[in-house]
């Protein structure tokens, strides 16, 4: 009986990065010894570019690619990718600031307590002044080094994470060789209709414009920004989160990387947004992303222009609005990609929530009655992972201290969502970061965010003061050189990428 319920056919709307992620995933998911048990069919036009800008990435990445079966060093040699260790934050506390995030912890568990407790009480006497020495992932940073870390938990060379930078166009490329090879059915052709049928409101094809139909039972929406079906048939609504992050605009291009690429992304504060840097093997991706209530898309690209020097390709303007499809799943369209939502790029977070939309899709997977308590599970659990990202995201502007622009100053005087209120009071009394559900980014990664923008606790747990003051600065002095000299060991990062192309130093090319 169940099995006569089962979906008949799954349709996926777009072939951006989201539409091949949701593909290959899929098709891993059902792939039986005869091929897939449930049919597959991806519908992009070539016709509608794609984002095609979404670069860098945060570790979660690596499980993705392990669970679609993408091979770590084919996929680096496909995507031209480089290691990502964490970001680099320029300016956001004034010109010449300069603090990182990296993907790890900052010191192990001591009776109890994370390290980062004991950094604090050390800081709250005066003894640092900063958490960067015990954070592997950031010394290996600025040292230019990199190696995927060891297994063994007992060696600090384990006490760090990593993502990628890669060219989000090669990746999607070589899903689809991967979600094709599994049985995937590719369409071209741009979608001018979509029947429904007249009692349940349910999609239940797609209309292609040379007239042909593409039938299907689940429709998953990842046409990007405009939100084809979700928004287009099904008026989800859009929450709007301009009020917190005022950011709407960006240009991006490429240019010519001028050393080795480092193993980071570089997020450079300015007047009116932000910079963004992520070099790849052979060339650098680069933009700016900015408030078009504060500067004009002329200025933000001479802006940009000033900064890096000759484009390799023509820049790309973008525009979006921060915030979250009030309803990620309705009916039987599930929105996964840019139409359900974007946060903007600053903790590289989009890619991301295209993979967890999709995880949790396969947790909830439907039949063709669309239990309401599935769609209600899946849209709860998206929802506050959007908002808990944009708390995290919003962090940064909040606390940043810059005071040449009227954006900086909109954003330390708005007050900022309750959820985050209550994180920042927390922190500034004890230290304490209470993770909610549904979190992106651990303890550790906010209390990079809070320290590198100058905000302490007053006090650190009191649990941390039960040995002396000597004796924990003694204890900090061995971790440090511990993790200075494991530091060491590590291979520079160019051997992540043996195979690294020839540099686009030389040849410009412009898009089409
Ligand atoms: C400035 C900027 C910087 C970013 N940086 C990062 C980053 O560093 N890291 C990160 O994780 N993310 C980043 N992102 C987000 C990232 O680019 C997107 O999450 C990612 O590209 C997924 O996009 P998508 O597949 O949802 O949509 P798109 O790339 O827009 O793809 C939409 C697809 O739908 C198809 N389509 C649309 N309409 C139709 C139609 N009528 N008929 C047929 N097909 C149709 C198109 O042909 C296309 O294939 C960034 C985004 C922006 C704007």
Not at 430 to 456: H, K, M, Y
Request: glycine share 10%; with cysteine; hydrophobic share 40%.
């Amino acid at each position: 009986m169940a099995q006569e319920r089962a979906l008949r056919r799954v349709v996926i709307v777009g072939g951006g990065t989201a539409g091949w992620m949701t593909a290959s995933a899929l098709a891993r998911a059902f792939s039986g010894p005869a091929g897939l048990t449930l049919p597959i069919t991806l519908v992009e036009s070539d016709a509608i570019a794609t984002v095609g800008v979404g670069e860098a990435t945060i570790p979660p990445i690596r499980q993705f690619n392990a669970t679609v079966g993408l091979d770590e060093a084919e996929f680096v040699r496909a995507t031209k990718a480089t290691a990502k260790l964490g970001v680099d934050f320029h300016d956001w506390s004034g010109p010449g600031s300069n603090y990182f995030h990296g993907f790890g912890d900052y010191g192990p568990m001591v009776r109890g307590q994370a390290w980062r407790q004991y950094l604090f009480r050390l800081h709250a006497e005066g003894r640092i002044e900063t958490m960067e020495p015990w954070s592997l992932p950031t010394i290996l940073f600025r040292q230019n080094r990199f190696a995927p870390p060891v297994a063994d938990p007992r060696s600090v060379l384990s006490s760090y994470s990593y993502a990628y930078q890669f060219d989000a166009g090669l990746f999607a490329r070589r899903l689809r060789v991967l979600a094709e090879g599994l049985g995937v059915v590719r369409r071209e052709g741009r979608i001018v209709d979509c029947p429904r049928d007249p009692e349940s409101g349910l999609i239940t094809g797609v209309t292609l414009d040379d007239g042909s139909l593409i039938e299907g039972d689940l429709f998953i929406d990842c046409s990007g920004f405009r939100g084809l079906l979700i928004e287009g048939v099904m008026q989800a609504g859009y929450e709007d989160w301009t009020r917190w992050l005022p950011c709407d605009r960006a240009v991006a291009l490429t240019y010519p990387l001028s050393g080795p690429p480092e193993p980071c992304t570089r997020a450079t504060a300015r007047k009116a947004g932000w910079q963004w840097r992520i070099p790849l093997q052979h060339r650098i991706g680069g933009g700016y992303v900015y408030s078009s209530a504060f500067t004009s898309d002329q200025e933000a690209l001479d802006d940009l222009l000033g900064m890096v020097g000759p484009p390799l390709t023509d820049p790309n303007p973008l525009r979006f609005t921060t915030g979250r499809r009030r309803e990620a799943w309705k009916g039987n369209v599930v929105s996964i990609g840019l139409s359900s939502g974007f946060i903007e790029p600053l903790e590289s977070t989009s890619i991301n929530l295209i993979q967890s939309g999709i995880g949790r899709l396969l947790e909830l997977f439907p039949d063709r009655d669309f239990d309401p308590a599935l769609v209600a599970a899946y849209n709860k659990g998206s929802a506050q992972e959007y908002e808990r990202v944009r708390d995290f995201i919003v962090l940064h502007y909040h606390l940043a201290g810059r005071t040449d622009g009227e954006l900086w100053r909109q954003c330390r005087e708005t007050a900022p969502p309750d959820s985050l209120a209550e994180k920042i009071e927390l922190f500034k009394a004890r230290g304490e970061i209470r993770l909610l559900e549904n979190e992106s980014f651990r303890e550790d990664s906010w209390a990079a965010v809070f320290t590198g923008l100058g905000v302490w606790p007053r006090r650190a747990t009191p649990l941390v003061e039960v040995p002396g003051l000597d004796e924990v600065a003694h204890q900090a002095e061995r971790l440090r050189d511990l993790i200075a000299r494991a530091a060491a060991s590590v291979p520079a990062h160019s051997s992540f990428f043996p195979d690294r192309p020839q540099a686009a130093a030389t040849s410009r090319t412009r898009a089409p």
